[in-house]
């Protein structure tokens, strides 16, 4: 099955610093979506991209859905500890409530004091 | 509002045991899903529901079954468990195009 190319795998950062991860696929999506799953519980929806070009923020993430609707990228900014966790990216094709998510292999994130 | 629920958290099975493990929602969501997360792997769909009394395959259905007779309710059923089918199981259910996971169920076949 599909999935999507998500980079880096793993990523040791310092408190402070900035943070970017990002997404690629060989498909187009209509929608990308960002979550995060903290250790031991299900993932959580951060951020979602509808349009082509659509830069998005919610509060220090900022993401950004690709012109050619094939990559998707995250960034953190001044991260914390509580930003630890993997970080998926996630293509949807068809709007609405029967389509289908593809995800990513993640990016897991930690962060030392 | 309790979300998508999930139980067990748990599980240890040995080989060719069967069991069910159970999510429900609370928030009239139509769309229902399983996935199974495995290291490296991401998240991979198994079956998905659109609506009570409609299922369907995901990209990695083998070994599954589902049914949904209600819109609360999405079982997912291993007849036979393999240890292959060890994994951490997330059900959601979706509203639009955002879709909200339970807490899992760690999964391990002996």
């Known amino acids: 099955g599909q999935q999507l190319n998500q980079s880096p795998q793993s990523m040791f950062i310092q408190e402070g610093e900035d943070v970017s991860m990002n997404c690629t696929s060989s498909?187009?999506?209509?929608?990308w979506l960002w979550y995060k799953q903290d250790p031991g519980e299900g993932p959580v929806l951060l951020i979602a991209?509808?349009?082509?070009?659509e830069l998005t923020s919610n509060g220090r993430l900022t993401a950004q859905f690709g012109i050619t609707r094939k990559d998707s990228f995250l960034n953190i900014s001044a991260s914390i500890p509580s930003d630890v966790g993997i970080y998926f990216c996630?293509?949807?094709?068809?709007?609405?409530?029967?389509?289908?998510?593809?995800f990513g292999t993640g990016t897991r994130l930690q962060v030392t004091l | 509002n309790a979300g998508v629920t999930q139980t067990p958290k748990f599980q240890v099975l040995k080989t060719g045991q069967s069991m069910t493990l159970q999510c429900a929602q609370d928030?009239?969501?139509?769309?229902m899903s399983w996935y199974r997360q495995d290291p490296g792997m991401g998240l991979r769909l198994i079956h998905y529901?659109?609506?009570?009394?409609?299922?369907d395959q995901g990209e990695v259905p083998n070994g599954y079954n589902v049914s949904r007779s209600t819109t609360e309710d999405f079982p997912l059923r291993l007849l036979s468990a393999a240890p292959s089918q060890t994994s951490v199981y997330f059900c959601?259910?979706?509203?639009?195009?955002?879709?909200?996971f339970g807490p899992g169920t760690r999964l391990t076949v002996t």
């Open positions: 991209l509808y349009k082509a070009g």
């Open positions: 959601a259910s979706k509203l639009g195009n955002e879709q909200y």
């Open positions: 928030m009239n969501h139509e769309y």
């Open positions: 996630a293509g949807q094709l068809l709007t609405g409530t029967a389509s289908k998510l593809t």
């Open positions: 529901s659109v609506g009570a009394g409609i299922t």
């Open positions: 498909s187009i999506f209509n929608t």
